[in-house]
């Protein structure tokens, strides 16, 4: 069973940044493609950024150019960069990892941690 933690989430002003953290246990993580996802109020959750095993990185166009998703496979540990940050970015930020990777698409696993909340506000 795959455990999963997020954490870095907190109030920030708007042009602002947050680094997310995410931590994966009990599976091989480097083998792992990983999503990061968010739910913003009253809306579905959303992709937000996907890194495959290889280090293949894919983004939702609201986010290009602002987020940077990387992993270190050391610690088995994924990292969400969030920079110029917006009141649109405010949402609870989910670490998905083991969905599966392929071009134009990530698709969720069902490994899911408890989120941690973003607050973008002035």
């Known amino acids: 069973q795959v455990q999963v933690a997020e954490c870095g989430g907190r109030m920030v002003q708007p042009g602002g940044s947050l680094r997310l953290s995410c931590a994966a246990t009990?599976?091989?993580?480097?083998?792992?493609?990983i999503g990061w996802y968010r739910q913003g109020p009253g809306m579905q959750r959303e992709l937000v950024a996907a890194?495959?095993?290889?280090?293949?990185?894919k983004y939702t166009d609201s986010v290009k150019g602002r987020f940077t998703i990387s992993r270190d496979n050391v610690k088995n540990l994924v990292f969400l960069q969030m920079n110029s940050l917006q009141p649109d970015d405010t949402a609870v930020y989910y670490c998905?990892?083991?969905?599966?990777?392929?071009?134009?698409?990530?698709?969720?696993?069902?490994?899911w941690g408890q989120g941690t909340q973003v607050n973008v506000s002035s």
């Open positions: 998905n990892p083991g969905g599966m990777y392929n071009i134009g698409t990530y698709t969720q696993s069902t490994y």
């Open positions: 009990g599976g091989m993580f480097s083998l792992y493609h």
């Open positions: 890194i495959s095993n290889d280090g293949s990185t």
